[in-house]
């Protein structure tokens, strides 16, 4: 699952425009993060969409990922979380990417779906110095303990029982302002 829902505030205030659609290396920036997510080992795949959902989904190519709407996207994160895992019937897990993780290598997508179907609970990516990975791994019996609202969405279920050696990947990045864009 990729969430893409925010409005980007930051990167709108420092003059960049919708976050989603920043040019990437010719494309929009969420697209990077969607043709991880399509190619990815997973039995089904949703981008959640929020903020200008309709100019998102009419510039990018979703690369046959389903998108999902999240109407109550202002309320945090966590309500795009709660979207994107309703939306995952029948899945046992979920993997979840940021939108504005542009260089999240498809190991990493790998890696934490397989520690899910070892049998963990909580799974994140660790790299070297990153504080909060992406991507996030989490079973179905730890998608009740998701907040309502929030910024906080995994991190709100405190440690992860597994950390994913992501140490050999690059980090996914993380573009709050343009400035991060190079």
Not at 27 to 43: G, I, K, Y
Not at 70 to 90: C, K, M, Q, V
């Amino acid at each position: 699952m990729l969430l893409a829902a925010g409005a980007g505030t930051r990167f709108r205030a420092a003059g960049g425009g919708q976050k989603q659609l920043a040019d990437w290396q010719g494309r929009p920036l969420v697209e990077a993060a969607v043709r991880v997510l399509a190619a990815a080992p997973l039995d089904d795949r949703v981008v959640v969409l929020g903020a200008e959902a309709d100019a998102v989904e009419a510039a990018v190519d979703l690369h046959g990922v389903r998108a999902v709407r999240n109407p109550r996207f202002e309320d945090g994160l966590a309500t795009s979380l709660r979207a994107g895992l309703a939306a995952l019937d029948g899945c046992d897990g979920a993997v979840i990417l940021l939108g504005d993780g542009p260089s999240i290598a498809p190991e990493a997508v790998a890696r934490v779906a397989d520690a899910l179907r070892a049998g963990a609970t909580y799974a994140r990516a660790v790299y070297p110095d990153e504080r909060y990975a992406h991507p996030v791994g989490l079973a179905r019996p730890a998608w009740e303990r998701v907040p309502e609202t929030g910024e906080g969405g995994g991190r709100a279920l405190g440690t992860p029982d597994v950390e994913v050696d992501c140490s050999d990947l690059p980090a996914p990045g993380d573009v709050d302002t343009p400035d991060a864009i190079g």
